[in-house]
């Protein structure tokens, strides 16, 4: 089961900063450029704490993250960031034009502490692969601040739109949200964000026991929430506490209680959204590779031939991709561009290792067959020369390759939500970076101490 509690967020004082200036995207989607904008914003942006900057001098003593646990503890003492007085839920929708498009949807959900569960335990589900060196990271953010400012995104399947009723009232999934809210912040995407803070403890309770038999999806955060679990793993020893077991499961307790983690560590904030409801977005992340030596796009295609039907095109437009119905994609080269799809019975052969169901997803063809055997770029390879780049928008990527930078640019098809239920529910990972959800979580409208 998934249990999910109310907690009593840090939030910045909008008395005292201006929220534009100190909310983020998330850490990993932080440019350096980004990150110098977000510096320059504001003395309390939150990159500060996140993704803070390394200085040449740092030592054991005084880093990036010991740095991160002093602005926060600063932060703190000056009441830029205040507790809130009662635990609570916060509402939060997403209102945005899909990119390259007019068209203009609302996503919902709402942030609540998410119980921390091992994969075996078959109530977090995952999609994609995660790296040591991310997770390393943040541990030690996480050890040293004590603190989770960043959320998970979460989903999870209710036709029935349980929650979305109970938090945003009885108007239909579809109608956009006409409440006031406590916050609402446009960010630099013009994606605009509101939040609404829910106290009423039978409000709460009925929203606990809504989520109590779903299954989840991480949608966003894998590495943070593999770092949480070893963490609230790590705690549970230290503490000599079960970390799956509800603090107050054996006791009788009145009808307004409010349920809690048994340990602080065993939770982790994060945002969950409606699988069922409309509004989600998944949009692809096309792969640049650059630094192969005497590479040659003829000998590629030449290779390619034999795994994909080779098209060559007038110009790399990834509209073409939506109107085919086989695993295809594009492959932009200095010499030209090229539609390949897939021979699927060569590719089944190829790929008899992996399940079926992963064989025709363009994402694990383009890693397991183009990069790995054409290329010589298996994920250790990728991983250690970071050889590979993932780019959201295709016309960058395509610049990427044109302007001599890079040696070939392959743009795919986004994954469907479907092909992930699949992949996830299945026990099944995808590679890295397989989906890119849009728009993504803002960092900054919560924060979980867990001191």
Request: hydrophobic residues 40%; proline residues 6%.
């Amino acid at each position: 089961m998934a249990r999910i509690y109310p907690f009593r967020a840090l939030r910045y004082d909008p008395a005292r900063v201006h929220m534009e200036d100190v909310v983020t995207q998330p850490y990993d989607k932080i440019t350096p450029t980004m990150q110098d904008r977000y510096y320059a914003a504001s003395p309390y942006n939150l990159v500060r704490v996140i993704l803070g900057k390394h200085l040449a001098g740092d030592t054991e003593e005084n880093n990036v993250y010991t740095r991160a646990a002093e602005t926060l503890k600063d932060w703190r003492k000056e009441h830029i960031l205040v507790e809130e007085a009662e635990p609570a839920l916060y509402g939060y929708s997403q209102t945005y034009t899909v990119p390259h498009s007019d068209e203009v949807r609302e996503r919902r959900g709402f942030i609540a502490l998410g119980h921390l569960y091992d994969y075996a335990d078959k109530v977090v589900y995952r999609h994609e692969q995660t790296f040591p060196k991310h997770k390393s990271d943040r541990m030690s953010l996480f050890k040293a601040t004590r603190a989770y400012c960043e959320q998970i995104y979460m989903l999870y399947s209710d036709p029935a739109f349980t929650a979305e009723k109970l938090i945003f009232g009885t108007k239909g999934p579809n109608g956009f949200d006409d409440n006031p809210a406590d916050l609402a912040i446009t960010d630099e995407y013009g994606v605009v964000h509101k939040v609404w803070k829910l106290t009423d403890p039978t409000l709460i309770n009925l929203i606990v026991t809504a989520m109590a038999d779903k299954k989840l999806i991480i949608a966003d955060g894998h590495h943070r929430y593999e770092t949480s679990v070893a963490y609230a793993k790590e705690r549970s020893a230290q503490l000599k506490l079960p970390l799956n077991q509800p603090a107050d499961e054996d006791e009788k307790l009145p009808s307004n209680h409010l349920p809690s983690p048994p340990f602080a560590e065993a939770a982790m904030m994060m945002t969950f959204v409606n699988m069922d409801a409309p509004g989600i977005t998944i949009l692809p992340t096309h792969r640049v590779v650059h630094g192969i030596e005497n590479f040659s796009s003829p000998d590629f295609i030449t290779k390619a031939s034999y795994y994909f039907d080779i098209k060559e095109l007038d110009s790399p437009d990834t509209s073409i991709l939506a109107g085919i119905d086989k695993t295809a994609f594009i492959a932009v080269t200095i010499d030209g561009s090229y539609l390949l799809t897939a021979k699927q019975d060569v590719i089944d052969a190829a790929l008899q290792d992996i399940p079926a169901r992963q064989r025709n997803l363009e994402v694990v063809q383009l890693h397991r067959i183009v990069l790995d055997k054409l290329l010589g770029l298996d994920q250790e390879t990728i991983t250690r020369l970071g050889s590979v780049s993932y780019i959201r928008e295709a016309a960058e990527a395509i610049s990427m390759v044109t302007e001599g930078d890079s040696n070939i640019a392959f743009l795919i098809k986004p994954i469907t939500l479907e092909q992930l239920k699949e992949v996830s529910f299945a026990g099944d990972v995808m590679p890295q970076k397989s989906t890119d959800f849009y728009p993504k979580l803002l960092s900054g409208l919560a924060i979980y101490a867990l001191d």
